[in-house]
Nanobody
């Protein structure tokens, strides 16, 4: 079992930045690919980005490429999402996810554990 807790969400103006953090406890963190998903009101949950267990491979949704950066520090059991140049359409609940599959497979929602989510609101 892996427990995931997100933090860092909030309200920001368009063009601003936020950094989300996700702390993990339970089974060996470094054994999991990690990722972020988001869900806007009335929409399905969508993949944002995934990172391999080593941090050596990352996969981004086209909508966030060049603006968002994922990273992880296995010694701290933490994964981060740096979000720059935020747009109103980035407004959503952001969920941290862990997978025993590959980071690329997370794009197909291959997820074993979810966090509870953190709200990100971008005002225009």
């Amino acid at each position: 079992q892996v427990q995931l807790v997100e933090s860092g969400g909030g309200l920001v103006q368009a063009g601003g930045s936020l950094r989300l953090s996700c702390g993990a406890s339970g089974r060996t963190f470094s054994g999991y690919a990690m990722g972020w998903f988001r869900q806007a009101p009335g929409k399905e949950r969508e993949f944002v980005v995934g990172i391999s267990w080593s941090g050596g491979s990352t996969y981004y949704a086209d909508s966030v490429k060049g603006r968002f950066t994922i990273s992880r520090v296995n010694a701290k059991n933490t994964v981060y999402l740096q979000m720059n140049s935020l747009k109103p359409e980035d407004t959503a609940v952001y969920y941290c996810a862990a997978s025993l599959g590959t980071a690329q497979a997370m794009g197909s929602h291959r997820v074993d554990y979810w966090g509870q989510g953190t709200q990100v609101t971008v005002s225009s």
